[in-house]
């Protein structure tokens, strides 16, 4: 168990809708990471959190945002969704130290959505 | 332009073997760090193994060890004595210290042990 918890596991939902993602850090990590996984794609990274603060962007669409909360969990919010989004969508933390180089990622069991 | 290239999409390997799994990496930054990370069919990632681009030797953790070649910018990962349960798939990854804290990961190499 990696101590990061994402919820839900699965959701199922259709085009053009709006959906939420959940993640909950390990007990003390400050920096959550959002990645997306897809067959064409591979990992990608799409966002990461220090403390609240937004603190590098990767390939993020418009239609997706996410913040962090002072209780230090994350959500991520997918609108308009299209059939292209669906994919397993990770949560990792860490306790990032800038300029440190070994912090390694603690990632969650993922959030599988499914757009039809 | 790829960061990290794993050109292997899969690989066969009998139990009890060894198997390299190929890693390329590009990067400026004189100070970075390397991870393999392994994926199973349940689809959770685990954590195998890190390399510093300073650290003069080789990183070893149990049966995974990284064959690391600043000059030629690879970092292989080698499983020695290869278990079933090591069927999987493997990422490699990096950070470079002036990107903040993400990892940039690889295509990933389907690893498949045979019995």
């Known amino acids: 168990d990696s101590g990061v918890t994402q919820t839900p596991k699965h959701l199922i939902t259709a085009t053009g809708q709006r959906v939420t993602l959940r993640c909950s850090p390990r007990?003390?990590?400050?920096?959550v990471y959002w990645y997306q996984q897809s067959l064409d794609q591979g990992l990608q990274f799409l966002i990461q959190?220090?403390?609240?603060?937004?603190?590098a962007k990767g390939n993020i669409l418009e239609r997706f945002s996410a913040q962090q909360f002072p209780d230090l969990h994350s959500e991520l919010n997918l609108s308009s969704l299209e059939l292209g989004d669906s994919a397993l969508y990770f949560c990792?933390?860490?306790?990032?130290?800038?300029?440190?180089?070994?912090?390694?990622?603690?990632f969650g069991s993922g959030t599988q959505l499914s757009v039809l | 332009a790829q960061k990290i290239t794993q050109t292997q999409p899969g690989m066969f390997v009998q139990e009890k073997e060894a198997v390299t799994l190929d890693c390329t990496y590009d990067?400026?930054?004189?100070?970075?760090?390397l991870f393999w990370y392994k994926q199973p069919s349940s689809g959770e990632m685990i954590f195998l193994i890190y390399?510093?681009?300073?650290?003069?030797q080789n990183a070893t953790e149990g049966r995974y060890s990284l064959n690391f070649q600043k000059a030629r910018k690879s970092a292989n990962l080698v499983i020695s004595a290869s278990q079933l349960g090591d069927s999987a798939m493997y990422f490699c990854?990096?950070?470079?210290?002036?990107?903040?804290?993400?990892?940039?990961f690889g295509q990933g190499t389907e690893l498949s042990v045979k019995p």
């Open positions: 990792a933390s860490s306790s990032y130290t800038q300029g440190a180089t070994n912090e390694k990622l603690f």
């Open positions: 007990s003390g990590d400050l920096s």
């Open positions: 959190y220090y403390n609240g603060e937004e603190r």
């Open positions: 990067t400026s930054d004189p100070s970075y760090g």
């Open positions: 390399q510093g681009s300073y650290d003069q």
């Open positions: 990854a990096m950070r470079e210290q002036n990107q903040g804290g993400k990892l940039i």
